[in-house]
């Protein structure tokens, strides 16, 4: 059974800094092309970064410069580190693989940014 879960989340002002981790189990990780997606209220859930299991990375335009994904496949686990978060950052944030698995989303986690 598969199993990813984020945290991580909170509150922060615009400007701050926060870092998400999801731990996998019951998946071979280092396979696996992973992904940190997002969700606002009112809106679909989008893909903002994206990480093969060599370490080469994509990002959302929206993210770029300010978002960094990373690795770790001795511990399962994928980050995102979020720097100079905006308002619009503000969203449920979920990790998953790249293309996205129906069955594998878990809870996710909460950002909010005030400004």
């Known amino acids: 059974q598969v199993q990813l879960v984020e945290s991580g989340g909170g509150l922060v002002q615009a400007g701050g800094s926060l870092r998400l981790s999801c731990a996998a189990s019951?998946?071979?990780?280092?396979?696996?092309?992973m992904g940190w997606y997002r969700q606002a209220p009112g809106q679909q859930r989008e893909l903002v970064a994206s990480i093969s299991s060599g370490g080469r990375t994509n990002y959302a335009d929206s993210v770029k410069d300010r978002f960094t994904i990373s690795r770790d496949n001795a511990k399962n686990t994928v980050y995102l580190q979020m720097n100079d978060l905006k308002p619009d950052d503000t969203a449920i944030y979920y990790c998953?693989?790249?293309?996205?698995?129906?069955?594998?989303w878990g809870q996710g986690t909460q950002v909010t940014v005030s400004s």
């Open positions: 998953n693989l790249d293309p996205a698995r129906r069955n594998f």
């Open positions: 019951g998946i071979i990780f280092s396979f696996n092309v």
